[in-house]
Nanobody
């Protein structure tokens, strides 16, 4: 059973930065072979794709709305995926979710991901 735990959310002023973390575990086994993604859901809106990264490789892909401001990365040694968010805007306010897909390359669709974290709240004030 894969478990994902997000952390790092909070309140930040517009223009500020936050780094979200997602630590993964797989019932005591080595965590590998998954593509990892970050999604977000703003109040009253559908959950949307933010970024994805291969667990074994280095390929990444971003939503157009966050390109140049947000970077996804990973540290395999500690089974953790990060989302570095800079130049934050009020429209980035949302609950951010970490997700794992049982495939090498992640996609942008929610249905492609098999496991989800509980989410971490990000609020960007103007």
């Amino acid at each position: 059973q894969v478990t994902l735990v997000e952390s790092g959310g909070g309140l930040v002023q517009a223009g500020g930065s936050l780094r979200l973390s997602c630590t993964a575990s797989d019932s005591g086994r080595a965590f590998s072979g998954y593509a990892m993604g970050w999604f977000r859901q703003a109040p009253g809106k559908e959950r949307e794709f933010v970024a994805t990264i291969e667990w074994r490789g280095s390929n990444t892909y971003y939503a157009d709305s966050v390109k140049g401001r947000i970077t996804i990365s990973k540290d395999i040694a500690v089974n953790t995926v990060y989302l570095q968010m800079n130049s934050l805007k009020p429209e980035d306010t949302a609950v951010y979710y970490c997700a794992a897909a049982s495939r090498v390359v992640g996609g942008i669709a929610i249905r492609e991901y098999d496991y989800w974290g509980q989410g971490t709240q990000v609020v960007v004030s103007s």
